[in-house]
């Protein structure tokens, strides 16, 4: 065929279809172009070639000796990448079935779907490609066996167990071919809800339309006056775990509403095994008419084909599961373990529809289920039903939503990300449960094996750990960081359920490069302008120890008590001081009505303790005093000496003028440390600075501005102020110049006077920037104090240009990973997580401080 002009058109491309995750297998003799196809389609890094590997393992890439070495290696990289969720292509002949059946048996072990494209060349171009290449000597009869091979094996490559089969016929079409992925039909991660999360309804279509009602839905109804879908007004969305059917009186009516919904996009629902079993049953098979099924075919009968048409092409429809909310939620009918979220296999299917069975039976003839959520350490949330449980409990942020409604219990939803749960009372018992799970009269129904929420395990933290955070995404504990911080914490740490909160590593501002001069207030201010940040706060830095204090409510009726601990989890008092402090401080909160105010039993506060002197009493002795002793005694002999021999003519000036300034650097920085350090006897004069409160019952405060954290420190130093200091600040517009001279004299107005120095912060609290989220604060300290840090004689020039040169990267990295560990168990804490999922992130942040980054930034 050709155009009105003559000319031939260009042939439609072909398209190629792959899953985003997937084992592709090229199949195709040698010289049909495997290698040339991979390297114009995939990454470099998602191809796999025998060819390279035979090289890696023999320096000779045609070295046929080294194949089945070759593919050790390559089956073993792409264990690896499955493992890890990647796209992963097999470049070789794989003209073989049975070198074809270990790929997808590979696949199969990562729950991948296995993908064949196979380049079937005509083998005259295959014997002239490999006869035009110097560096291979293949003879004709291998390329024509390899061919036969091939031949003999497409028509079977299905029923080998590749889900997609994609045959190029010829150069033309291989030539013309185009790749697209699509996304798992799982994954719906881009979908963040909110939703409620309705559990096993078993065909009990009233207590649905009243549980629907109960979470703000409007039913509409058709002419017959039968709910056939259900609109939240503020956009929310149902998702029903599966088993819609069986055992109730109205499996049909449950059918029309839920596909309705899911029709209009007011809902998704995954399968349950019920319905599993009853598309088995519509489409005619040997299936058992029983647990309920009996029921649900009756009450179809009642319908016409077409309904029936449609719950059946609905059911087999459904997905096995859906992954929602970034990654943040996944909602199985019987739950699924983390290893095979987002994965698509019989096995993934298997797991989501009846869990995970120990092969055994119970007293009533029921398989005994794996308690599979005992062991559940995944980021996602985890909803699903199928085992009927009296009350839903959380257990390692699973939910179970199946609270019995059929057998006389409840229709339970969850309000996702709310984490409400609402529920309707069964009208009636409509089936009688085989095994009872209801308790009878004041029994306790019986609990599921598992570790308490508030019991640790020292294998949840050893070993290298990938912590997952909502504001930095995966933070990375090296092994060797993590033995370094299980011997800080069960050593020195105070009890763990009363360790809640560490606190990060803070960045100083970026070098400055004014004349005698570190640190400066204008390279704070620059930072934040640059992250699109406008308005800041300069609070003033105590000279003491960063604290954390656990405050109980007095009369609280909470078993644990409160805690006042260091950056790294160290008690600073005694038992008896302590108590006292926390009760002063607590008395203070009361007085304040910060309690009451905020409706909790308890608060968290971040802090300084001051003096300094309280905690680092014996660093101060032997290595501030020391440093400062000696210089006293020795400078004044040696200036003596040299005054002397200056008075004898000799030629000293410059050596003399040294070892003076060195004398002035000496007192200066005795000066210093002095300065932040005071006796104290009991509690009188100590001081406790508060400047955020981190949390209390059921909250986290990092959305609130700075202000408001300042002025309930405010109200706690008006009710105490003996004990609680407040802290100075002042807001600042770093985009108008006038602010930032009224910052920077203020900044060395208390510096000059003997302050550390000030810390800069985005005043609205936690902040994301142009390049996310932006440091929680920049650290200015001024030039006085950057004595104890740097040595008293860091302000000579060689010493200042050689620390204008520290680099701050690393640094600000680690604070930044810090604050989203904080932040990533302060919101864990809030939500009711257990113990462990808490101190997952309070042990990383303590690892973390082993890193290699220089301790005087």
Known sequence: MTTATGERPAAEPRTVVVPDLALVVLVGVSGSGKSTFARRHFRPTQVLSSDFCRGLVADDE???????????????????????????????????????????????????????????????????RNA?????????AVIRRQRSDLRRGLRGLGREGFRKVHLLMSTEEIERAVITYEKQYNDRREDTGPFDVVGDVHGCRTELEELLGELGYDLRRDERGRAVDAEHPAGRRVVFVGDLVDRGPDSPGVLRLVMGMVAAGHALCVPGNHENKLVRALRGRNVQRTHGLERTLAQLEAEDDDFRRQVEEFCHGLVSHYVLDGGALVVAHAGLKESLQGRSSARVRDFALYGETTGETDEFGLPVRYPWATEYRGRAMVLYGHTPVPTPEWVNNTLCLDTGCVFGGRLTALRYPERELVGVAAKETYYEPARPFLPEGDAAPPAEARRRDDVLDVGDVLGKRVVETRLAGRVTVREENAAAAIEVMSRFAVAPEQLLYLPPTMSPAATSTRPGLLEHPAEAFAYFRGEGVAEVVCQEKHMGSRAVALVRRPGSAEEVPGVLHTRTGRSFLGPELTAAFLARLAAAAEEAHVF?????????????????????????????????????????????????????????????????????????????????????????????APFQLLASTGATYADRPHAWHLAIADRLVDADPELVRGTRWLTVDVTDPAGESTATAWWEEMTAAGGEGMVVKPAANLTRGRGGVVQPGLKVRGREYLRLIYGPDYTEPQHLDRLRERSLGRKRGLALREYALGMEGLERLARGEPLWRLHECVFAVLAL???????RL
């Open 62 to 128: 045609n070295d046929q000796s080294a194949t089945p070495a070759a593919f050790d290696l390559l089956h073993h990289i792409a264990g690896i990448r499955l493992a890890a969720g990647r796209l992963t292509v097999v470049d070789a002949t794989n003209v073989k079935a049975e070198d074809r059946a270990s790929l997808v048996r590979l696949a199969r072990e990562h729950d991948v779907l296995p993908v064949a494209i196979v380049l079937d060349v005509p083998e005259g171009e295959c014997l002239a």
């Open 132 to 140: 035009a290449r110097p560096d291979r000597d293949l003879s004709p």
């Open 596 to 688: 009451e105010e905020l409706g909790a039993d308890w608060l968290l506060l971040d802090a300084e303790l001051l003096p300094w002197s309280v905690k680092a009493g014996d660093l101060i002795r032997s290595q501030y005093a020391a440093v400062g002793a000696a210089a006293r005694t020795a400078l004044p002999a040696a200036l003596a000496a040299l005054e002397q021999a200056a008075g004898r003519g000799l030629d000293v000036a410059e050596v003399l003028d040294r070892q003076r300034r060195r004398a002035d650097d000496a007192e200066a920085f005795t000066a210093v440390y002095r300065r932040y350090c005071w006796p104290t006897d009991g509690l009188a004069g100590v001081s406790f």
């Open 849 to 855: 401080e082993s890193e290699p980054v220089d301790p």
